[in-house]
Every structure is written in structure tokens, then in C-alpha cells.
């Protein structure tokens, strides 16, 4: 099992570019996520897909739009891309433990995007 | 707001010390607990889980949650330089459905 791929590792936009980051998870897990991580302020959530079909927002959705493609493939698409979204962007999926009961989420390698 | 509260650190320990980091959450309708470690450069990986109040203990990891108090702690024993990392804590609210809520890290060092 591969885990939770991202693609892709690197990217570089300048301001206004648009893209999208993609996101999928071999572990037939059905919630799935997009979170960006800035020094000092931890993981924020973007967006949730609790199953196919299904997206909410998260605490920092702005500037940002989701898509659940299917049970595997979540991805985040940057419009209009601002220097304010230079982050570490990670892919999460999460099912409840076999042994803990507890949801585990597990994460992908993440993608470090700078917008200049 | 929910909000996950950890000491930035870093906090520095000898080799086999024991290392620990506390987290304290801002709402008593929370679910479950968890702590994650990151190495520089890489994600998140889960290494403890705990739900119940008490202690919960795997290999050199030991977990201790107070919903009273609204803190969740973990124990690092025989600390050893591979143990430096940044450590996350996360909980699921009550009432937020499978939202994790992370904190912001506290830096571990361990030195040899």
C-alpha cells in the first residue's frame, strides 16, 4: 500500500496562476482532507470530505476550492494563487482504528508551494 | 473558537531522560486525543490515541489525559536523539464530527 500520495512535491506559482494539487489514498479510508501548515501555527484545516460526494469547509477555506473526484482522489485547486498561500500543504485520509476504536488519520508527504 | 494550546519549546532533554509535553484544549465537549510526531521536512505521523481519562501506555509512549483539567500529556521514556521532533496534539471536538484540531507543535531535543 502506497498511503496517501500528493503531487506534486514542489511548485512554484506567481501571483494570479492558478493550479491544482491532487490527492489520493489507497486505504479505502472515506474521510479525507487538505490542511496547510505555517511555522508556529500547526496544521489548519481547508477543507473535509467526510465521503464521495460530500465537502465542507474548514477553518481556513478562503482562496480555495475542493474536489472529491471519488472514494480514492480529493484534490485543491488554488484560482488565483497570493503570496498569503505560501505554505506546506498535506493530503489526509482517516478511518476509525481496528484496535483503538479512535479515527486515525494519516498523512500524505505534503506539497511545499511558494507564490512569488 | 476550539482551540489546542502546547508550549512552543524547544524543550531539551538528555539522552534517556524522560521527555515530557503537555497540551491543553479549550472546550470540555471534546472526543478523543491524539499526538502526532513530525521530523523536519516530513508530515505528521500518529503515535498515540487516547479517548478514556488516565494513563495509556505503548512501548516508551505513555498518554495521560484529565478532561477535568482539560490537559492531555505525553510521556517519552529512555528519550533518545531519534526522538527529536516536533510533536503535535490533535482532538476531535464533540460536536464537530471527524474535525481533527491540531495545536502547534512543541519542539523536542533530545541530546546526546
Known amino acids: 500500500n502506497a498511503g496517501v500520495t500528493q503531487t506534486p512535491k514542489f511548485q512554484v506559482l506567481k501571483t494570479g496562476q492558478s493550479m491544482t494539487l491532487q490527492c489520493a489514498q489507497d486505504?479505502?479510508?472515506?474521510?479525507m482532507y487538505w490542511y496547510r501548515q505555517d511555522p508556529g501555527m500547526g496544521l489548519r484545516l481547508i477543507y473535509y470530505s467526510a465521503s464521495e460526494g460530500t465537502t465542507d469547509k474548514g477553518e481556513v477555506p478562503n482562496g480555495y476550492n475542493v474536489s472529491r473526484l471519488n472514494k480514492r482522489e480529493f484534490s485543491l485547486r488554488l484560482e488565483s494563487a497570493a503570496p498569503s498561500q505560501t505554505s506546506v500543504y498535506f493530503c489526509?485520509?482517516?478511518?476509525?482504528?481496528?484496535?483503538?476504536?479512535?479515527?486515525?488519520?494519516?498523512f500524505g508527504p505534503g506539497t511545499r508551494l511558494t507564490v512569488t | 473558537q476550539k482551540e489546542v494550546e502546547q508550549n512552543s519549546g524547544p524543550l531539551s532533554v538528555p539522552e534517556g531522560a524522560i521527555a515530557s509535553l503537555n497540551c491543553t484544549y479549550s472546550?470540555?465537549?471534546?472526543?478523543?486525543f491524539f499526538w502526532y510526531r513530525q521530523y523536519s521536512g516530513k508530515s505528521p505521523e500518529l503515535i498515540m490515541s487516547i479517548y478514556s481519562n488516565g494513563d495509556k501506555e505503548d512501548g516508551r509512549f505513555t498518554a495521560q489525559l484529565n478532561k477535568a483539567s482539560q490537559y492531555v500529556s505525553l510521556l517519552i521514556r529512555d528519550s533518545q536523539p531519534s526522538d527529536s521532533a516536533t510533536y503535535l496534539c490533535?482532538?476531535?471536538?464533540?460536536?464537530?464530527?471527524?474535525?481533527?484540531?491540531f495545536g502547534p507543535g512543541t519542539r523536542l531535543s533530545v541530546l546526546p
Open positions: 486505504m479505502n479510508h472515506n474521510s
Open positions: 489526509a485520509s482517516s478511518e476509525i482504528g481496528r484496535t483503538s476504536g479512535l479515527y486515525e488519520q494519516y
Open positions: 490533535a482532538v476531535i471536538w464533540g460536536n464537530y464530527g471527524q474535525n481533527f484540531v
Open positions: 472546550d470540555r465537549v471534546s472526543q478523543s
